[in-house]
């Protein structure tokens, strides 16, 4: 489940990027050229840090981001983003590794960011340090936790993106409190995203999908009336019914099951119906199935 969610809150940073800028970084439309978009090197990261591809999981929650300042001239900067629910002992330094490599290889501007989804117990690092005869280094970056503002303060803000920041929230919650009160908590989010008008169809669409993956509750009725509710607020039943579909051929009910029960005709099947209902690229195909990009690319093949 903690690898899903991982991917899934990836997915959600990367939709939802130029909130993302807005919430961390309060002078982002003056600094960065949004309108221009961005280009999210997982490539070049991994290219950087091969040990983050031996040991596995941890990949999954790097981000790399390349952005463009508003400034009109060629100059780009590059946000790195941490994903972390538990803080190791090493984290700052790991941070900083990541600070000299990216810059030794790219020599531009790098703004780090550490967000942090664990429980509020877990520390919250914001710098390295080292010191040895008369040679000092302080590297200091970015750091937040995702219990830094209450559910009050998210709901309340018009950045979308905080919304992201609440399911995180309720996410932990999960095996916690009664699946009733999960529930409300993810009908309020939908609620609110919806009412924002922040958004076009396919990005509800999508938030939606991950709203009810993210925040996975086993009960059908309780599942069932979600679908009801959010059909009201949108006067679309076919908007649910496209959900239910990639939910039902996807993380809630196809891959869990079929990786575990090491199908290969099933896994095949899932990867076909990611191909087909959602945008996911092979990569992230191949990592929530839990098998090669090759793979992936002979289904995908398969298809045409």
């Known amino acids: 489940m903690r690898k899903k969610n991982d ?20 002078n982002a439309d003056t600094v960065f050229d949004l309108d ?5 090197m997982d490539k070049e990261l991994t290219e950087l840090f091969p040990e983050l ?30 994903i ?6 090493n984290f700052p330094q790991r941070m900083f590794q990541y600070y000299y490599r990216i810059l030794d290889r790219f020599e531009v501007e790098i703004a780090a960011l550490a967000v942090f989804t ?8 914001a710098e390295y340090k080292k010191s040895f005869l008369g040679t000092n280094i302080t590297y200091e970056y ?13 709901l309340a803000m018009k950045n979308p993106f905080a919304l992201i920041v609440l399911a995180a929230q309720k996410a932990l919650l999960t095996g916690k409190v009664p699946e009733e009160e999960l529930a409300e908590g993810r009908l309020t ?4 995203l919806i009412i924002s008008k922040r958004y076009d169809k396919e990005k509800i669409r999508r938030f939606l999908f991950f709203l009810k993956t993210f925040i996975h509750i086993e009960n059908h009725e309780l599942n069932s009336n979600f679908d009801r509710q959010v059909e009201l607020l949108t ?22 099951q079929g990786i575990e029960q090491g199908e290969q005709k099933k896994t095949h099947e899932i990867v076909k119906n990611l191909l087909l209902n959602t945008n996911f690229d092979i990569a992230k195909i191949a990592a929530l199935t839990n098998t090669s990009e090759s793979f992936v690319e002979e289904v995908q093949k398969d298809l045409h």
Request: aromatic share 10%; charged share 30%; hydrophobic share 40%.
């Open 53 to 82: 591809e031996k040991k596995g999981g941890s990949r999954f929650v790097d981000m790399l981001v390349k952005t463009f300042l508003i400034t009109g001239t060629e100059e780009w900067i590059l946000i790195h983003i941490e």
């Open 142 to 154: 970015n750091s937040y936790h995702i219990l830094e503002h209450t559910g009050e303060q998210l």
């Open 235 to 256: 006067g679309k039943e076919k908007v649910m019914g496209i959900i239910e579909t990639i939910k039902m051929l996807t993380l809630e009910e196809g891959i869990e």
């Open 189 to 192: 989010i939908a609620r609110a």
């Open 118 to 125: 664990g429980n509020k117990s877990h520390k919250r690092p």
């Open 7 to 26: 991917i899934l809150l990836k997915s959600a940073f990367e939709e939802a990027f130029s909130d993302l800028l807005r919430f961390f970084f309060e």
């Open 36 to 40: 221009r978009g961005f280009e999210f």
């Open 84 to 89: 972390q629910d538990e803080v190791t002992e």
